[in-house]
C-alpha cells in the first residue's frame, strides 16, 4: 500500500514536472499580466511616474467620462449591425453549398479565401473600396444610379461600413454553419417531405430549430469578438485618418482603450476599461445562456 | 414526373446562379489586391475606373 502511493506520488510529481514548462508560460504571460491589470486598475500610473494607489477612483471616473459612453455606443452599434449580419450570410452561404451539386469545394475555397487574408490588409483593402471618389464600392453603386455616401469619412456611416466589411470574412461561420447541417439526420428532412413540408417549412421547423445550438456558439464568439473589435476602427476610421476620425465617430471601446493606456499613458484607467468590458461581456455572456432554453433545441432534449 | 425532373434542373439553375454572383462579390476585392500587388506607381493603382 505504501509503496504504491509512493509510486502515485512520484508519477505525480513527474506530470507535474513535464507540464510545468506551461504552467510557467501561463503564469508570466496570461495570470501575471490579467492580475498585475487589476492591481492596475486601482492605481493612477504613468508608467514614468511612481504608481499612486487611488481604490475605486478609476472606476468612478469610468461613469463620469463621455467618451467612455461614447465608445460603448460606437460599439454596441457596431456589434448590432455586424453579429446579425455575419450570422444570416454565414447560414445563407452554408444552405447554398449543402446541397451536394458539382464545385461546392470551389465555391467554398472562394468564401473561406478573405478569411485568411491578415487583417491589416483586409483594413486597407476596403479602405480603397469604400473610398468615396474612386473606391470600387462607389463606382458600382454609380452604374446602377446611386449615388453613394461618403463611407468611412461620414460620421454617419463609419461604423455601418466597417460592420459590413465583416461580412467578406464570413468564412469561419460559414463553415461552422455546414458543420451544423452536416450533423442534421437526413432522416428528419425526409420525413418531412413526405408528410408534404415544402422548402421554406423544412427550413423553419427542421433545419433553424436543429442548427440553434450552432447559432448559439456562433452568436456568443461573434459579439465577443464585435465589442473587441480594434484593428479595424485603428486602421480604417476616417479612412485612416486616425483614432476614431472622423470626429470620434469610430471611436471603438478597444480603440479607446489603447488611447487612454498608449497615447495618454494612463495605464490605470486603461486597466479600468478593459475590466468593465470583461464585465460587460461576461454579464451578456450569462444573459444569452440564461435565455439560451427558451430557443436553443438539442437533437436529445 | 417531367414537371419534377424541370423543377430540379431550375433549383440547381438557380443555385448556380446564386453562387456564381456572391463569388463574384467576394472574389472581386480580393483579385483587386492581387492585381494592385503587381502595379507599379500612383497613376496606375488609383486609375479610375478602377
Known sequence: ?301 | MKKGIYLKYLRTLFLYIALITLSIAFIMPFLWMVTTSLKSGEDEIFSYPP
Open chain 1, 1 to 301: 500500500m505504501r509503496k504504491r502511493s509512493i509510486l502515485a506520488r512520484k508519477e505525480n510529481l513527474e506530470g507535474y514536472l513535464f507540464i510545468l514548462p506551461w504552467i510557467i508560460g501561463f503564469c508570466v504571460f496570461t495570470a501575471g499580466p490579467i492580475l498585475f491589470s487589476v492591481f492596475l486598475s486601482f492605481h493612477e500610473w504613468h508608467i514614468f511616474d511612481d504608481m499612486k494607489w487611488i481604490g475605486l477612483g478609476n472606476y468612478k471616473m469610468l461613469f463620469t467620462d463621455p467618451l467612455f459612453y461614447h465608445s460603448l455606443k460606437v460599439t454596441f452599434e457596431y456589434a448590432i449591425i455586424n453579429v446579425p449580419l455575419v450570422l444570416i450570410v454565414g447560414l445563407l452561404l452554408a444552405l447554398l453549398l449543402y446541397p451536394k451539386v458539382k464545385g461546392t469545394s470551389v465555391f467554398r475555397t472562394i468564401f473561406y479565401i478573405p478569411s485568411i487574408v491578415p487583417v491589416v490588409a483586409t483594413a486597407t483593402l476596403w479602405i480603397w473600396i469604400y473610398n468615396p471618389e474612386y473606391g470600387l464600392l462607389n463606382f458600382f453603386l454609380e452604374k446602377i444610379g446611386i449615388d453613394g455616401p461618403d463611407w468611412l469619412y461620414s460620421t454617419e456611416w463609419v461604423v455601418p461600413a466597417i460592420a459590413f466589411m465583416g461580412v467578406w470574412t464570413v468564412g469561419p461561420t460559414m463553415i461552422i454553419y455546414l458543420a451544423g447541417l452536416e450533423d442534421i439526420p437526413q432522416v428528419y428532412w425526409d420525413a418531412a417531405k413526405v408528410d408534404g413540408a415544402n422548402y421554406w417549412q423544412r427550413l423553419r421547423y427542421i433545419t433553424l430549430p436543429l442548427l440553434s445550438p450552432t447559432t448559439f456558439f456562433l452568436f456568443i464568439t461573434n459579439l465577443m469578438g464585435a465589442l473587441q473589435t480594434f484593428a479595424q476602427a485603428y486602421i480604417m476610421g476616417g479612412g485612416g485618418e486616425g483614432f476614431g476620425a472622423p470626429a470620434n465617430a469610430s471611436l471603438f471601446y478597444c480603440l479607446y482603450l489603447y488611447e487612454q493606456g498608449w497615447s495618454w499613458f494612463n495605464m490605470g484607467y486603461a486597466s479600468a476599461l478593459s475590466w468593465i468590458l470583461t464585465l460587460i461581456i461576461f454579464v451578456l455572456t450569462l444573459i444569452i445562456f440564461k435565455t439560451s432554453n427558451k430557443w436553443v433545441y438539442y437533437e436529445r432534449s
